[in-house]
């Protein structure tokens, strides 16, 4: 910066500063600045200062219960966010993992599927049959609320131990599942009071918005700040009564 570019910035901040001193101390020039009026502004300052330090101690209590009140808010719905997650989670199980293929059967850890279409392994009941004389192997699926579904593996293909081995083990897997619904069962019914409790409790919540309600009532309807808004009052008096002109 150069030298020019510093006293013009000196001389515009001088500018600003008497200014702004003629609009704090209003009335002219000598209230404003000479030495003899002095304690009058030192007695106005004092007034406003004491105001500010009374509302800015309001402004600090005030926030402080805003932002306990804010935390407490943010723990209650992170709390309610997590158990709706949970719950959801235990909700959509999908298909699972792919465990075999045999065919246009494939199976995955909670259904199997034919020919594209999804079969819940729960309560699906398998039925394994072979017929000698073509050659060939089958396996029903019938679902708990649905028809049958017929897989029919070809014998030069499809080995019959093969397949008898995929039913059996179709088998186990509806097995697996059934204990496995059972105790998601219990998990949901667990997870679904979890997330009651979870809306339910928000004691913290309600008692840091109770404080911040209390201390916000207490500042609004402050004496402390009653009584220093008067005494500025009567500062200001005096002023007016010596310049003529009122501050604000």
């Not at 500063?17 to 009058?40: E, K, N, T």
């Not at 009374?54 to 992170?78: F, L, P």
């Not at 949901?188 to 928000?202: K, N, P």
Request: proline residues 2%; negative net charge.
């Amino acid at each position: 910066m150069s030298v020019t570019e510093v006293l013009a910035a000196v001389l515009i901040g001088g500018a600003a500063w008497g200014v702004w001193r003629l609009i704090q101390y209003p009335g002219g020039w000598s209230f404003a600045f000479a030495a003899v009026h002095q304690a009058d502004r030192q007695d106005l300052a004092q007034a406003r200062n004491a105001v500010s330090k009374v509302r800015g101690t309001a402004r600090k209590e005030v926030a402080v219960a805003q932002k306990r009140h804010e935390r407490a808010k943010q723990a209650y719905e992170e709390r309610g966010e997590s158990a709706v997650r949970e719950l959801d989670r235990l909700r959509r199980t999908g298909c699972g993992a792919l465990a075999e293929e045999l065919g246009k059967v494939s199976l995955y850890e909670h259904v199997a599927t034919f020919e594209g279409q999804e079969i819940p392994l729960a309560g699906l009941a398998v039925q394994f049959e072979v017929a000698r004389s073509t050659n060939t192997t089958y396996i029903y699926l019938r679902a708990s609320d649905g028809l049958p579904e017929l897989a029919e593996f070809d014998g030069s293909q499809f080995p019959e131990e093969d397949v008898r081995r995929f039913s059996v083990r179709i088998e186990k897997a509806v097995a697996v599942e059934e204990k496995f619904r059972k105790q998601l069962a219990e998990a949901i019914e667990i997870a679904e009071a979890g997330l009651e409790e979870a809306r339910a409790d928000s004691a913290d919540m309600d008692t840091a918005r109770a404080e911040l309600e209390k201390v916000t009532a207490r500042h609004e309807d402050s004496a402390e700040l009653r009584k220093a808004v008067g005494e500025r009052e009567e500062a200001f008096d005096r002023w007016e009564a010596l310049t003529g002109r009122r501050p604000r």
